[in-house]
C-alpha cells in the first residue's frame, strides 16, 4: 500500500520506537495520528509532524473501544504500544500480567477486529503490527513478554491468510535490541560485548517496507541474530543451552522490572 496520502494512526507514537517510525512515516507522505498516554510527550511531536492526536489508554476496553471513533477513517495501522514484561512470574503482580497481555496482544487484536470490516468495504488497507525476534525465540526472564510476542506472530500470520486476496495487508515487524531510544534503553541492561543492535530508524524503514511491499514478516535484526532466532525457533532446548552458557538469565534477571 502507498504510504504517501495515506492517514496512518500510530499507537506508542510516545515511545522511543514510536517516535522514530512517525517522523518516518512523515517523510513517506503519510498524514498521522499518533496516540499514546503521555500528552505532554506526544503533543510536541504532533506540533512537529502536523499530526492529529488522541490520548488513550490501551490497557482500557473503554478507551480502546473509543479510540477509533475519535481517530476517523485510516488507511493504515501500525500497532506498535507495548509493555515490557521481563522478571520472575512468581513475583509479577496479577495487575502487571493483565496490562502486558491488554496492551501487548488485546489492544492490537482488537483494533484489528474493528479495522477489517471497514478495509474490507474498500478492498484496501494495511495492518502492520510491530513484534519482535522474541516473538520467534524464547528468552530467560521473559516469559510474559515472550507470551505477547509470540501471541502477535502467530495472530498476523494467521490474520494475513484470512485476509489473502481481501486488499488487506498484514505484517508483522520484528526488531532486535534497539539502541538509543525505548525499552531496551530504559531497561539498562547491558548487552555481552560485541552483540550488535539496530537504531530506531532501521525499524522504521522496516515498518515502510513492509507496509509498502506489504511483506507478511520483516525482522529488523544483524544477521547473526536473525540467523541465531531462527535456528532457536527450530531448536528450543539447543537454544535454551546456548543461552544458559551465556548467562542471559542474569542479564535480564539483574534488570528485571526497571521498566515498571
Ligand atoms: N526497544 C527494543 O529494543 C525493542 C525490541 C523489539 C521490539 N520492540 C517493540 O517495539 C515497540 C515499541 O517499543 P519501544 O522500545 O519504543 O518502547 P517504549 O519507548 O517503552 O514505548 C512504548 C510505547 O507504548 C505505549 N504504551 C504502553 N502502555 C500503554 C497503554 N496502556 N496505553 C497506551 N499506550 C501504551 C507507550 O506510551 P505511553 O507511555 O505514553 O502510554 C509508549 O509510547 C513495542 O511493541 C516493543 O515491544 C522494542
Same mark, same amino acid.
Given at each position: 500500500m502507498k504510504l504517501n496520502g495515506a492517514t496512518v494512526l500510530v499507537t506508542g507514537a510516545t515511545g522511543g520506537i514510536g517516535h522514530a517510525i512517525a517522523r518516518r512515516l512523515k517523510a513517506e507522505g503519510a498524514s498521522l495520528i499518533l496516540t499514546g498516554?503521555?500528552?505532554?510527550?506526544?503533543? #510536541?511531536?504532533?506540533?512537529? @509532524?502536523?499530526?492529529?492526536?488522541?490520548?488513550?489508554?490501551?490497557g482500557?476496553?473503554?478507551?480502546?473501544?473509543? @479510540?477509533?471513533?475519535? $481517530?476517523?477513517?485510516? =488507511? /493504515? +495501522?501500525?500497532?506498535? *504500544?507495548?509493555? #515490557? !514484561?521481563t522478571g520472575n512470574l512468581v513475583e509479577?503482580? /496479577?495487575?502487571?500480567? =493483565?496490562?502486558?497481555?491488554?496492551?501487548?496482544?488485546?489492544? #492490537?487484536?482488537?483494533?484489528?477486529? *474493528?479495522?477489517?470490516?471497514r478495509f474490507l468495504e474498500r478492498g484496501a488497507g494495511h495492518l502492520a503490527f510491530i513484534g519482535s525476534v522474541s516473538g520467534i525465540v524464547a528468552s530467560p526472564?521473559?516469559? @510474559?513478554?515472550?507470551? $505477547?510476542?509470540?501471541?502477535?506472530? !502467530?495472530?498476523? =500470520? *494467521? +490474520?494475513?491468510?484470512?485476509?489473502?486476496? $481481501?486488499g488487506i495487508g498484514v505484517s508483522n515487524i520484528e526488531p532486535g535490541f534497539v539502541r538509543d531510544a525505548g525499552m531496551f534503553v530504559n531497561s539498562g541492561m547491558v548487552l555481552p560485548r560485541g552483540t550488535r543492535t539496530v537504531? #530506531?530508524?532501521?525499524?522504521?524503514? !522496516?515498518? /515502510?517496507?513492509?507496509?509498502?511491499k506489504n511483506r507478511g514478516e520483516v525482522v529488523v535484526a544483524p544477521a547473526e541474530l536473525r540467523l541465531g532466532a531462527? @535456528? !532457536?525457533?527450530?531448536?528450543?532446548?539447543?537454544? *535454551?543451552?546456548?543461552?544458559?552458557?551465556?548467562?542471559?538469565?542474569?542479564?535480564?534477571?539483574?534488570?528485571?522490572?526497571?521498566?515498571?
Open positions: 498516554r503521555r500528552a505532554e510527550v506526544l503533543e #510536541p511531536l504532533a506540533e512537529e @509532524l502536523d499530526a492529529r492526536t488522541v490520548v488513550a489508554d490501551l482500557s476496553p473503554e478507551a480502546l473501544a473509543a @479510540l477509533l471513533d475519535q $481517530t476517523g477513517e485510516i =488507511d /493504515v +495501522l501500525i500497532a506498535n *504500544a507495548a509493555l #515490557p !514484561g509479577m503482580s /496479577v495487575e502487571r500480567i =493483565d496490562a502486558n497481555l491488554a496492551v501487548n496482544l488485546r489492544a #492490537p487484536i482488537m483494533l484489528a477486529r *474493528a479495522l477489517i470490516p526472564g521473559s516469559s @510474559l513478554y515472550n507470551a $505477547t510476542k509470540f501471541g502477535l506472530r !502467530g495472530f498476523t =500470520d *494467521a +490474520l494475513r491468510q484470512d485476509l489473502h486476496g $481481501t537504531s #530506531p530508524e532501521q525499524v522504521a524503514a !522496516g515498518v /515502510v517496507r513492509a507496509v509498502t531462527r @535456528l !532457536g525457533s527450530l531448536a528450543p532446548s539447543l537454544n *535454551a543451552a546456548i543461552q544458559r552458557r551465556a548467562g542471559a538469565a542474569d542479564i535480564v534477571g539483574s534488570h528485571a522490572g526497571n521498566n515498571d
